[in-house]
């Protein structure tokens, strides 16, 4: 039983003492440059699911100068329409690919924590059954995130409107 002991603790010793080495090379994180940091900063301080967010990421970093279609010596934005599995995002960039303008769209989302407990708070005997996300951005400042909230009870249904920059 000592041998037991003693061998468990003599492996244990030398298991630490390389687990302590610097035996793994390592690799500088790199982080992906975001060029639209305005709509970026603004739009994620509003109340949205997942999928929105992670579709704005892919807006912020667009690189409209790859784009089809695009010509910088045109005035005129250029327009982008980025999908996801349920909604959309359609942006218009200006000439250096900053976001002047966009448009959220999005269907039966997963609702954000303080939405479904405001809605569950004030609708006590009623079930959410679908939802819909709307949101603008226009010149540095979201304009408007609103939910539209399905519920029903029983037979009854009602759709109740919640504004997300007020939550």
Do not use: C
């Not at 639209?36 to 912020?60: D, F, G, I, Q």
């Not at 910088?72 to 000439?95: C, L, M, Q, R, W």
């Not at 949101?135 to 759709?159: F, H, I, P, Q």
């Amino acid at each position: 039983m000592k041998k037991l002991v003693l061998i468990l603790v003599v492996s244990g010793l030398f298991q630490s003492g390389f687990s302590q080495g610097d035996h793994h090379q390592t690799s500088e994180l790199q982080l992906p440059v975001v060029s639209n940091l305005t709509y970026l900063s603004k739009a994620y301080l509003t109340e949205a699911p997942n999928v929105v967010k992670e579709l704005r990421l892919k807006v912020a970093n667009f690189d409209v100068a790859k784009a089809k279609g695009f010509q910088k010596s045109e005035s005129k934005p250029f327009v982008a329409v980025h999908k996801a599995s349920n909604g959309d995002i359609t942006v218009s960039y200006d000439k250096n690919g900053e976001i002047i303008a966009a448009w959220e769209r999005f269907g039966n989302t997963s609702l954000p924590k303080k939405v479904r407990t405001l809605v569950i708070k004030k609708y006590t005997n009623w079930k959410i059954v679908g939802n819909k996300y709307r949101s603008s951005y226009y010149d540095g400042k979201v304009e408007t995130s609103t939910y539209l909230v399905k519920l029903a009870n029983g037979n009854k249904t009602k759709r109740v409107r919640i504004n997300a920059l007020n939550i």
